[in-house]
Each structure stands twice: as C-alpha cells, then as structure tokens.
C-alpha cells in the first residue's frame, strides 16, 4: 500500500481543493492518521498563512505544526533554481515528507497552484517530486470553459506526460458543464484506453461563485455592515444606476448589488427586496465611488432587524464591476458551507471504493536516486559510526568530511600529518573544524607498535619480519586499516590517490573473507536519472571462472537487497540466450545455472546483453519470456576489463554518482574509490560504510 498519494493539476482554477478535501474525508474514513503535505506553496505575507494548509488542518482538525506542512514558498523554490540547487530543493522536500509518512499513516501530498506564468517549469517541478516521494498521482484537469474535444484532449495529453514518469491512481475532469457530461464520458471512453481510471465532476455553481469576503478582500473594500455575513456568495451581480422601481424588478437570488454610495433609494430598495417574500434574497452590497451614505441612511440601516453585507471600495462603477468579474472562488476554512459541498460533491461523483482499493493494492517499483540517497542517510543516522579516512589531506575527501560531520552522520578519523591537514583546509576555504575530527599520524600513534606487531604475528607465516611490518604500517592504507582490524575504528574508505590494489590488500591480508565466502568482490550503486542500478564486479577480480561470477552474482544481489533493491539479475554477455557464441558466453551461463541452483529464488538470466538487460523494448524482442529482461537491476560484468570501463563508461557520459566501489565478503568494512573520484562520491561512500558497519 502506498504511505502517500499526491493530488497535481495542469493549469489554474481546476478545482483542484474538491478533490484534497473528498480525498481526505475518504482517507479518514480508512485511518485515523492522515497527514497533510504541500511541498511548495504560493508567497504569504508575513504572519499569514497559505489558506490551503489552514483550511485542511482546522477543518479535519489535523494534529501537526503548520511549519511541518510545506517545505518552500514558491519564491524560495525560483531562487534556489537560479542558484543551480535543484536537487536541494528535492532533498529538503523528500525529508520533510519522510518525517510525516514516519508520523501518518498515510499523507495527502497536494501539488502546486499553476497560478503563474511557467507552467512546464510547474508541471516538471510536480512530476518530480512525485516522483522522488515515489507516491501515485491523482490528476485533476480543469473542465471549465472547454468543449469536450479540448477537455479529452487536456486529459490525454495529462495522462501520457504523468505516465512517462509517475504511477497515474486517476484522472479526475473537474468542472464540467452538467448538460455535457454523459456525451464527454462517451468520448473519453472512445479515446483514452489506458486503463485509468477516469472521473467527471460537474461544476457545481455554489463553489465556483466567490464570496463576499473574497470580494472584499479583492478590492480591499471596507466592510460597513454585516461582518458576520462576508461567507455569503455571489451568484450574480448587476449594476443599480437605473430609478428603483426598474432596478428591484432585476434582482436574482444572490444577486450582488453595485451601486453608488450617495444612491440610497437603491440601498434601501434592496434591503428591503431582501426581506420581501415576493423579491430574491440578495448576496450584499457594494458601495463605489468612495461615497457613503448620509448619517441619517446610516442610521437607518444600522436600525435595521435584517442587513446583507454592505462595503464600500474607493474606485469607480465601471472598474469595481470589471474587478467583480475577475474574483475567483476559494474555499476557506471558515466556509464549511463549500467544504462539505467539495465534500459531498467528490463523494457523489468519485468511486471512492474503487480509489481507495488502488492505493492499498498499489506498489511502486520506482526508486530515484534521491529517495536512495535519502534512506541511505536515514539509515546511517540511525547508529553513528566511526569511519577512518587515510588519504586526510586530499581535497575531496576533506570537502566530503566538512559534510558528514556537519549532517552529524559519522564520525571520522583523518590520517596524515596535523599541520598539512589543517594547511589543505586553509587552503581550500574548506568548513571543517578540525576540532570535531581525529587526526592521526601513524608512526606519532600510541598504537603503532602495537600495529607493527599485530601485523607480524598475522603474516608472519608470509615471511613478514617486523621491519617490514613497521614498514607496512607507516603506509596509511595499513595503518587505517589495522584500525578497522582492532576495533578501533569501524570501517575504511580510501582509494582517491591510492590504486585499489594499494587500497585493498591489506584487507584482503588480514581482515579476511566473511565464512562461506570465496572471493571478494565488488559493486558500485550507479544514480542513474530515474533508477538505481547496481554494476559488479568493476573492481577487483580480474578474471572470475564461472564458480566465481557466480559467487559475484549472489553477493551482489544481497547487496542489492540489503540497500533497499529489489534484486534482478542479468548476466552479461555478448550474447542474449543463445544468439552469440563462444568460450566467454559459456563461461556465463554456466554461472547463471550455478547461481540458479544455489538460490533457486533470485530472478536472474544469462547470458543476456546490456541492451537486453535494461531496455523492456529490446528484453522483449530478444527474450520475451524472461522476467528480468528490460527490467534487470543488478548487472553482473563478465570480467573487469568490461565492468570496470563500462561503469566509468556510464558515469562519464551521463553524469550519473557512482558510489562505490563497495566491497561485499569481507569482515569488516573497507571500501575503495576510484582516483576520478568527486567529493560527492565519497560523502555517499562513507554513507555505505557505515551502513555496512552497523550491519556487521
Ligand atoms: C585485488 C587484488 C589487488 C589482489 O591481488 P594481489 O595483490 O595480487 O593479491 P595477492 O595474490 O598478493 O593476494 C593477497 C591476499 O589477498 C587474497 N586475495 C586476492 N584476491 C582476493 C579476492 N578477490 N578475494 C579474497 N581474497 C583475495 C589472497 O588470497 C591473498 O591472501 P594471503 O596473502 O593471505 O594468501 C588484485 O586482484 C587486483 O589488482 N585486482 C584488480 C584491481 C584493479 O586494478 N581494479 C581496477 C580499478 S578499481
Ligand atoms: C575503481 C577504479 O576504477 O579505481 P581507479 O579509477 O582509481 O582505477
């Protein structure tokens, strides 16, 4: 079942507040805990808050902090933007929506307003965070001042852009003439075939028409009389210029008197139409010109039993009937008329057992990088663990330390010399404070010694003496990780100077393989735009036999698995089932039914070739029945001269984070970097260390 559902709109004005308000009635009568999420709403003065949330949190009376309920103003989004931090603006918006899914049961995410220019840069930003929140859509298309053809048409066109991205839940066709329903379901039915389900709610008058006090609020009007009354709606309005005997015979139920304030033949004629039994009963008055009554009207009307709103605004007739016409209707939280109309509305035209059966049967299979990433520091937030960086004076690894020290994730100990460190620091501007590190100098450690000789009992059998195990740990990659061997430290990350060779062997030397594991390989999570796929082994074994690809296969999956996923295994080769051939191609599927009889469960195919393995167009032509065919998510390379130039390949041309390499068999962890490394790949690095260290 999905923790969360997101309510988006294409355009302006779609009524868009039914659907929030239908939806949360519907989803408190499924559970009691509903949380309410805007990631972005429009700029509020100072003091005000965005009317949407207000209205939701009163009127269902929801226990959470107003802050709690948006992460940016519009404004706030626009600059960041500009500013290139895109992915921050994500970031935030997926860990304030996190905290409510932890708190609710479910969350109703309500995307934005489209009340401004920009809209693709709208519709982008929605689909995104839908997206990266991995919750399905409820599309609401604006069926207002359009003939069917268009109104298909927007629907079409919704459906086809969410669906590239997102899991569509239902399209719903708000606003929609009455008399032109049963002709647009038909025509919808005609056209749309994609199994989305598709709603038409009528346009019900009393919520498209405003109130008196969005009418007030517009024109910055002064309220006269009838304070208590401002919910009142206009249904109509009508200009009173005409001798009262001919104005009174125009009024309509609801009408909107516009007259000026020196006309008290008009105000009174209408008060008093208002409690004529044989006269509609009017919305109010509007009195232009800046003109009010004389005193002893006033006084008159203040005597009054019954008024409607009177306010008074300083333009013109003309201008004020122009703005009249322009005021849109909004639902306030002090009028719970139109909520419970929305509300009784979407129950009337919404199948809300069919809605609420989709979410609770729905699963996503989509998983960005961002959301990766996100549960990735979750996790290591969980249990703070302390990680050891040798190579302390590099750049990159003193930026990615500034960073996890200040998200308060790990705690590190930088090897090198104290002065050149905090030089490099200086140097680079970099914000670290070295007070909230270790920083250590092998040979200058209370435990070197100690190291030198735990060292020489391990591999004395290797013909090790003890200077070359005080040779070994001066070098950092020793050292560091002797650090992890006697508990000192819980894990490692190295390897942006150093080769892997240089940054492995020490472990594979004494921190040995896990029971029951031969060799030690390797994955890097590769960020793809829209997925995470996970590449092994790119960095360790040169050429594995079947048996050993096969052990690469399984521990792979696993570590596809422990970080969250699902594991689909393709085994690559130059050929796809049997369509190449070849001592390397056996050499695969041997090792696919060596994996198959080993973990009768995972899904895997092999031999299959990259296209096959990623692309459901081209799985399908070439395997058709396969279940991991254009769907693979662990990619298994036959040798490392293929996997080690194909994940720099991908990393290269499309941008994409590598984290990684991360190795999987070992005791403890240690993990390697590659020389091209950036400090973004070695903050996600140490992420996965820790993660790996609080699993031991
Ligand atoms: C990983 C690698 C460094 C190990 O090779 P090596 O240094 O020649 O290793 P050795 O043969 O000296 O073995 C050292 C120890 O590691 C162990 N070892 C080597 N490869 C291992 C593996 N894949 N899994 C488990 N243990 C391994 C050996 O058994 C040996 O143990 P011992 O000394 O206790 O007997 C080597 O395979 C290598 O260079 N791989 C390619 C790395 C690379 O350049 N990648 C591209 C960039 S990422
Ligand atoms: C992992 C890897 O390929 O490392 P390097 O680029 O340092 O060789």
């Known amino acids: 079942m999905s923790k969360g559902i997101y309510v988006a709109t294409v ?5 868009k507040s039914v659907v929030v308000l239908g939806l949360m009635r519907m989803l408190l009568g499924k559970t009691a805990k509903v949380g309410y999420f805007r990631p972005i709403i429009e700029d509020v003065e100072a003091g005000k808050r965005d009317n949407h949330i207000n209205t939701v949190l009163s009127y269902f009376d929801i226990d959470l902090n107003y802050k709690k309920t948006y992460a940016y103003t519009r404004s706030q989004v626009l600059e960041l933007y500009n500013q290139g931090k895109s992915g921050e603006v994500l970031d935030e918006i997926i860990k304030k929506y996190k905290s409510l899914e932890e708190r609710f049961d479910l969350v109703l995410v309500e995307g934005t307003d489209f009340s401004h220019e920009n809209s693709s840069l709208e519709l982008d930003i929605n689909m995104l965070i839908s997206k990266n ?19 298909v048409d927007n629907v079409q066109l919704s459906h086809d852009t969410f669906k590239e991205e997102v899991d569509v839940l239902s399209i719903i066709t708000n606003k929609v003439e009455i008399d032109s329903i049963s002709n647009l379901k038909k025509a919808l039915k005609e056209r749309i075939n994609c199994g989305t389900n598709i709603t038409v709610i009528p346009k019900i008058e009393s919520l498209a028409n405003p109130t008196l006090k969005e009418i007030a609020q517009a024109l910055d009007a002064k309220v006269l009389f009838g304070k208590d009354m401002l919910n009142n709606q206009v249904q109509n309005s009508g200009v009173g210029a005409m001798q009262l005997r001919n104005y009174i015979t125009k009024l309509k139920e609801g009408s909107l008197v516009i007259t000026s304030g020196d006309r008290a033949d008009i105000i009174l ?14 919305s109010g008055i509007v009195l232009t010109g800046n003109l009010l009554p004389e005193d002893s009207i006033l006084k008159l009307i203040e005597g009054l039993s019954s008024v409607v709103p009177i306010i008074s605004v300083n333009d013109g007739t003309f201008n004020v009937t122009n703005a009249i016409g322009k005021v849109k209707s909004r639902i306030y939280a002090e009028n719970t008329d139109k909520i419970s109309t929305s509300i009784s509305t979407f129950e009337k035209y919404v199948d809300t057992e069919e ?16 959301m990766f990433q996100y549960n990735l520091l979750q996790r290591a937030l969980k249990e703070k663990k302390h990680i050891v960086l040798p190579e302390g004076s590099d750049e990159r690894v003193l930026r990615a330390a500034a960073r996890l020290i200040d998200a308060h994730v790990v705690d590190l100990t930088l ?8 030089e490099q620091i200086e140097k680079f501007d970099i914000p670290l404070n070295t007070k909230n590190i270790s920083i250590v100098s092998p040979q200058k450690s209370p435990h070197f010694e100690d190291y030198v000789n735990t060292f020489y009992e391990l591999r004395k059998h290797k013909d090790v003496n003890l200077d070359m195990a005080r040779d070994a740990m001066a070098d ?14 819980d894990g490692m990350v190295s390897g942006a100077i150093h080769t892997t060779a240089h940054t492995l062997r020490p472990a594979l030397q004494f921190i040995k393989t896990k029971p029951n594991v031969n060799i030690v390989s390797s994955v890097f999570f590769m960020c793809l735009e829209d997925r995470v796929s996970v590449f092994g082994d790119c960095a360790i074994n040169p050429n594995p036999n079947s048996e050993q690809l096969a052990e690469i296969a399984i521990s792979s999956a696993e570590s596809a698995k422990n970080f969250g996923i699902e594991p689909k295994v393709a085994m690559l080769s130059y050929s796809s089932g049997s369509s190449g051939k070849g001592e390397d191609v056996e050499r695969v599927r041997e090792a696919t ?3 198959k009889a080993k973990v009768p469960n995972l899904k895997i195919e092999g031999p299959i070739q990259y296209d096959a393995a990623v692309d459901m167009r081209i799985g399908k032509s070439k395997l058709p029945d396969s279940e991991v065919a254009g769907q693979a998510s662990v990619l298994i390379f036959p040798d490392l001269n293929t996997g080690n130039n194909t994940y720099k390949a991908v990393q290269r041309e499309t941008g994409a984070l590598a984290i990684g390499p991360m190795l999987q068999g070992l005791n403890k962890p240690v993990n390697d970097l590659s020389r091209g490394c950036t400090a973004d790949d070695i903050y996600s690095t140490v992420i996965i260390t820790a993660i790996q260290a609080q699993d031991q």
Do not use: C
């Open 355 to 370: 809605l609420s059966n989709k979410l609770i049967t729905f699963k996503s299979d989509i998983f960005t990088p961002r």
């Open 415 to 422: 090897i090198g010399e104290s002065n050149k460190i905090k």
């Open 269 to 282: 004629g209408a008060l008093q139409a208002n409690i004529s039994k044989n006269y509609p009963k009017i």
């Open 476 to 489: 950092v990659s020793y050292f560091a990780t002797m650090m992890i061997h006697k508990g000192h430290a």
């Open 133 to 151: 929140l991995g919750i399905p859509v409820i599309i609401v298309v604006n069926g207002d001042k359009k003939d069917n053809k268009e109104i």
């Open 11 to 15: 355009e302006s004005n779609s009524g």
């Open 593 to 595: 039914e060596i994996v």
